[in-house]
């Protein structure tokens, strides 16, 4: 089993995040409360889904149980034309960069 690990980081006032593992409570609270520390630095402009996100580029093997998992977190069918399913992240950050989302750095840090 893949360890469960995070790696959040901003870019140009984007946030970039990297998830891996299985997640059990502890790790997924934790995650919560880093994830809205970088929110309330970037509270001045659009970022997330409770702060009106606007894109999302998903990067991972097609997987049908982690597709529904993730659509449930986020209505997919009310924001279908502004989220990306890619494989590599170069692709994820290029559909970002058409839609206007630049980064500094075009990489997955972990």
Known sequence: ????????R???NEVVVHVKGAWDL???EKFSQEFKKVGR?????P???VNN????????????LKTYQLNRMLDAEKHKDNI?????SSEGFAWLTKH?????TAKVVA
Do not use: P, S
């Open 1 to 8: 089993m893949i360890k469960a690990n995070y790696f959040i």
């Open 10 to 12: 901003t870019d140009n």
């Open 26 to 28: 502890a790790i997924a």
């Open 41 to 45: 630095q970037l509270n001045h402009t």
């Open 47 to 49: 970022w997330a889904q």
């Open 53 to 64: 996100m606007t894109h999302t580029a998903r990067v991972y093997k097609d997987h049908a």
């Open 84 to 88: 990306c399913h890619v494989e590599n």
């Open 100 to 104: 206007g989302f630049h980064v500094t």
